[in-house]
């Protein structure tokens, strides 16, 4: 097997080439869309800023394709489906796809798992600390399991981080650390990644016994020959798996990045991307009648004889502690009320002044992220009528701030692709030849690979982030176990070990950062 070929001239001249192609498609994206917004708005320092952001961002996910993105070629290379080579430029391509059709849902569960306060004022000292502290804990955590070859989750490492800045804001602030996280979110994300591995091993192993009951071919169970393709339609299988867990994984692990390179934007150019300027001015209409609307139905539901001096006080308070006090909806009524008075002044989100741009996308921030948290708790004065009023708000309001313009789909796409082209050998052969004692048959690649591809998808359709690492290796395992051809026990050790560290370290070393980075910023 051809893993130890040397790249030969022209793939690394094509690796440069989209490396710096990619990187002046995104600066060139951001002067164009800054030149139309706000011209003359982004000076030279925080364009530096910006840039120094962006990169350690997109390193984020370069470092990424060296753990995820692997496993996706692993079984098509080890049952030798595709030269090696051609398998890592097929997987990108189908990654690159995956990124640009998601639909951002996944991405914006990660966000809200920040801090609001920092969410609110991440172009302030404290949020640029914040995303600078998860993105480096991140990457030095991926790039020390990558170079022992361990397949450690980076979702896992980008959740941890995130909850360690989480905890050492609060901190900083003697507060109670454990009330900066959004810790009912966090359990959502927490028991996806929990499971998704217990799912992958099952899945994995029930589906190939299934497949040695009803489908009789001999040749799909036994060790590929050495040099020798397998049969065409065994083959198309296997390449078929490896298409959908790539595409999945760009679907899912692509918008984790996504979602800190809108925050970064957000808050050094906050007149060009704070609001989606490209809403039709149709859906501003039907905005601001949805706002009208939910103002009064929550002006019907506020007891009478309530005064409230600072609303967003308020609404800050309840999204950061999750408690409700009688101040809560006559506070989200009276900003629900002020969000469509300042709408109602313009045709179009383009046209909001660029210094009431922050205001804006702040208020509607609050706005939908309390109505998230109302509408799960239980209470009678909520009727269905109001729910759905709410809900549609809601949505609306989503519409205006959580959007991800196109270019920054094809940059994490990009970073994700290289970060593979690079360092996909250490993970492919662990989880190729080191996870099982004997060699991976064609049937164990496609019922992992399967297993893979369907648990992501359907992640993706909750907007819950698992990991393709633990999915795909513990797939791997469970077929092992099914076909009871024995598991190496010193890597499933070290597997399980790097699995268990993940969040522990990242939370540790992300926290450490933050508070160092709060002395720079």
């Known amino acids: 097997m051809a893993l130890d070929r040397a790249p030969r001239p022209r793939d690394i001249a094509l690796f440069f080439a989209a490396l710096f192609g990619g990187l002046a498609y995104v600066f060139w994206s951001i002067w164009s869309d800054v030149q139309q917004a706000a011209p003359g708005s982004l000076t030279l320092a925080p364009f530096l800023l910006l840039a120094l952001a962006l990169v350690i961002a997109l390193g984020f996910e370069f470092v990424n394709g060296f753990h995820d993105t692997a496993n996706a070629v692993a079984t098509v290379i080890y ?20 990124v640009l059709v998601s639909t951002g849902t996944v991405a914006f569960s990660v966000v809200s798992l920040l801090p609001v306060e920092l969410i609110l004022h991440v172009g302030s000292g404290a949020g640029l600390a914040m995303v600078f502290a998860l993105l480096l804990a991140a990457i030095i955590w991926n790039l020390g399991t990558w170079f022992l070859g361990l397949p450690a989750s980076s ?16 901190l900083l602030q003697d507060r109670n650390g454990f009330s900066g996280v959004d810790w009912e979110q966090a359990s959502s994300v927490g028991y996806a990644l929990l499971l998704s591995p217990v799912v992958g091993f099952m899945g994995a192993g029930l589906l190939l016994l299934s497949l040695k009951a009803l489908v009789k071919q001999p040749e799909l169970y036994r060790e590929p020959k050495p040099g020798t393709a397998p049969p065409w339609w065994i083959r198309g299988l296997l390449v078929l798996t490896c298409t959908g867990v790539s595409f999945a994984h760009g679907s899912n692990d692509g918008q984790k990045g996504m979602g800190l390179i809108m925050l970064i934007l957000i808050g050094i150019v906050p007149t060009t991307y704070a609001l989606n300027r490209a809403v039709d001015p149709v859906d501003v209409a039907q905005f601001r009648a949805l706002s009208r609307e939910a103002a009064q139905v929550l002006t019907q539901i506020v007891p009478p004889g309530v005064r409230i001096s600072d609303p ?96 920054v789909k094809v940059a994490v796409a990009i970073a994700l692709g290289l970060g593979t082209m690079v360092g996909w050998k250490r993970i492919v052969v662990t989880v190729g030849s080191r996870i099982g004692k004997s060699h991976l048959t064609y049937a164990q690649g496609g019922a992992a690979e399967t297993v893979a591809m369907g648990t992501i998808l359907a992640a993706d359709a909750f907007g819950l982030p698992v990991s393709t690492t633990h999915v795909l290796s513990s797939g791997v395992a469970g077929t092992m176990a099914a076909n009871r051809s024995g598991l190496q026990w010193g890597t499933v050790r070290n597997l399980a070990l790097a699995w268990v560290l993940t969040l522990p370290v990242a939370i540790l070393l992300s926290g450490v950062l933050y508070a160092l980075l709060r002395q720079v910023f």
């Open 79 to 98: 049952t030798h489906s595709l030269p090696p080579h051609f398998a890592v430029i097929w997987s990108g391509v189908w990654n690159f796809i995956g």
């Open 312 to 407: 967003r006080r308020i609404l800050s308070d309840y999204v950061r502690d999750r408690r409700r006090t009688a101040d809560t909806l006559p506070a989200l009524a009276r900003i629900t009320d002020e969000i469509g008075e300042a709408v109602a002044r313009h045709a179009s989100l383009a046209q909001v002044p660029a210094a009431a741009v922050s205001n804006m996308r702040n208020d509607m921030y609050l706005a939908s992220e309390t109505i998230r948290l109302l509408l799960r708790q239980p209470d009678a004065t909520i009727t269905p009528s109001t729910r759905s009023t709410l809900v549609a708000f809601k949505r609306a309001l989503d519409q205006a701030t959580k959007f991800i313009p196109l270019w």
């Open 155 to 170: 979702s896992h490492t980008l959740i941890g981080s995130i909850v360690g800045v989480g905890i050492a804001n609060q």
